[in-house]
């Protein structure tokens, strides 16, 4: 069973910077690809970006693509998402999401791969 927290959610204004941290409780968090989506009111959930059991492959979404950052600590159970030049359309809940890796598959990009949820952190961006 794993466990995710996420946590560094806020209100910012557009150009801002925030920087979630998503804690896992879990033995073996090497053993697991992690990833973020978020969903905003009325809309499908949508992935962020994700990022490989070793932190050595990572992906975006175009809508993020230069400006969100993607990252692991493992000795710390710990995943961010570095979040510059925020813009409203940045508003949503935004989850942490986990999967236990094959050694295969550098990183996933479906909500449907990830088993394992955080309860989500809101971000609002004020224009």
């Known amino acids: 069973q794993v466990q995710l927290v996420e946590s560094g959610g806020g209100l910012v204004q557009a150009g801002g910077s925030l920087r979630l941290s998503c804690a896992a409780s879990?033995?073996?968090?090497?053993?697991?690809?992690m990833g973020w989506f978020r969903q905003a009111p009325g809309k499908e959930r949508e992935f962020v970006a994700a990022?490989?059991?070793?932190?050595?492959?990572?992906g975006d979404a175009d809508s993020v693509k230069g400006r969100f950052t993607i990252s692991r600590d493992n000795a710390k159970n710990k995943v961010y998402l570095q979040m510059n030049s925020l813009k409203p359309e940045d508003t949503a809940v935004y989850y942490c999401?986990?999967?236990?890796?094959?050694?295969?598959?550098?990183?996933?990009?479906?909500?449907?791969?990830?088993?394992?949820w955080g309860q989500g952190t809101q971000v609002t961006v004020s224009s």
């Open positions: 879990v033995r073996t968090f090497s053993s697991y690809s």
């Open positions: 999401a986990a999967e236990a890796t094959d050694y295969t598959t550098t990183y996933r990009v479906l909500a449907s791969d990830y088993h394992y």
């Open positions: 990022i490989s059991w070793s932190g050595g492959n990572t």
